[in-house]
């Protein structure tokens, strides 16, 4: 079969991720290709972004998009799109057997890159990655859950009404998938469930099963601790908290201000905490901080959860982080609120820890229990990644769902 995934860019948590299932699929003797808009790594990826006129179009777009967002959104992540190219061109998409999609917004996601798709009578896979498919807008609805009954009246918008943006995107999105020969995949069992009891799966008449990410153990695996430090110039002699995210300070949802406040309960004489992300922060009160910048490369990261004891992802709402899994395929028990996705990967008090949310109290507790425990529970680790989301695994899971789909 010939497959191709879309996503925008190559770099941030969806893009890693439909790399990482079109590698698995290749090695599974598939013919799997990545196109993106945006590229910012060293991924064997179909740039479409490439070259002056490309590039210029997609920005005007996003221009467009943006300055409609802005003029209607109060606060938070929410996009509704309009502008955008088909793409109609590219032969990949074309010739592909199986579209699969993943998260398309900021250049894909249009009218003009629909209606083109829709020409192709060609089956789609749609793999979420957050719960904007299925939502009026927002990438996740902090708990609002107006997306089960029909998204309008929306707290994040300037001016909420019965017909307001979410409502009109809602439409939009029932059209689109109720036309199209399509299966949604969530990533985790949580996703999962919540995309088949919205009103936009409902009136589209879709459903979603469950594929998890898969992990590449070739490279985050467990490496000895000390060489990890030693070439990271980290401290031997401190318990190594790691935390981090692609703006992981600055969007609240990521739990910035919890771990915040957790780390105040722990003794700063015997934990440090090693930070990587988009931002510099020394901004924890007597803790010491080691800021390692934005991490490009796969081989760089997996180093960092070699040299942690724990991992902390003390995020408000999560879908299947790929740090988690990154962490526990290293060996690094991670720590997380009960939420979302979390307790597909973790498995409390086996490979990690599993906080009542929005406990800081027991988010602490957790971290003291996995750096204390950290070598039984790493090991555990280890063994449930590999069981649970090797490539050859994902891999088949994705052939027989698309068997399925021709």
């Not at 990482?20 to 599974?28: G, H, Q, T």
């Not at 579209?99 to 896979?125: A, C, Q, R, T």
């Not at 609240?252 to 004489?269: F, N, P, Q, T, V």
Request: charge should be neutral; proline fraction near 2%; aromatic fraction near 12%.
């Amino acid at each position: 079969m010939k497959i191709v995934h879309i996503v925008t860019q190559d770099s941030y948590g969806a893009g890693r991720a439909a790399i990482r299932i079109s590698e698995a699929l290749n090695n599974a003797g598939q013919e799997s290709k990545v196109c993106v808009i945006d590229k910012q790594s060293d991924a064997k990826v179909v740039y479409l972004g490439d070259g002056f006129k490309n590039k210029l179009q997609v920005k005007i777009y996003n221009k467009l998009n943006n300055f409609k967002n802005r003029k209607i959104v109060k606060d938070g992540y929410f996009q509704v799109e309009k502008y955008g190219r088909s793409f109609s061109e590219v032969s990949e998409i074309k010739d592909a057997d199986i579209i699969h999609i993943h998260w398309i917004n900021d250049g894909f996601w249009s009218e003009s890159f629909w209606n083109h798709l829709l020409k192709l009578k060609k089956p789609i896979v749609c793999t979420l990655h957050d719960m904007w498919h299925f939502t009026g807008g927002c990438h996740y609805d902090n708990y609002c859950n107006k997306y089960v009954e029909g998204c309008n009246n929306c707290p994040m918008l300037i001016r909420p009404a019965d017909r307001d943006a979410s409502y009109n995107a809602s439409i939009q999105k029932i059209h689109y998938f109720g036309k199209s020969k399509m299966l949604f995949v969530g990533c985790s069992s949580w996703i999962t469930n919540e995309f088949n009891k919205s009103y936009i799966a409902k009136q589209s008449k879709k459903s979603c099963i469950c594929i998890p990410n898969s992990i590449c153990d070739r490279i985050f695996k467990k490496n000895d601790k000390y060489a990890c430090r030693e070439i990271l110039n980290l401290p031997k002699d401190k318990k190594l908290i790691l935390f981090g995210a692609l703006a992981s300070t600055s969007d609240a949802r990521k739990g910035y201000d919890h771990i915040k406040e957790a780390l105040k309960i722990l003794d700063s004489e015997k934990y440090e905490l090693v930070l990587f992300g988009s931002e510099v922060v020394n901004d924890f009160d007597g803790f010491t901080i080691h800021n390692m910048g934005y991490i490009r490369d796969d081989l760089h990261l997996a180093l960092l959860y070699g040299a942690s004891d724990c991992f902390v992802a003390p995020s408000i709402q999560e879908n299947l982080a790929n740090t988690v899994m990154e962490s526990l395929s290293c060996g690094t028990p991670a720590v997380a609120f009960n939420i979302g996705g979390m307790p597909d990967m973790i498995k409390h008090r086996e490979n990690g820890y599993l906080a009542e949310a929005f406990s800081e109290k027991d988010l602490a507790y957790g971290i003291q229990y996995c750096t204390d425990n950290c070598d039984t529970l790493g090991e555990e680790a280890v063994s449930f990644v590999r069981n649970s989301f090797s490539e050859a695994r994902v891999a088949d899971l994705y052939i027989k769902a698309y068997k399925s789909m021709l």
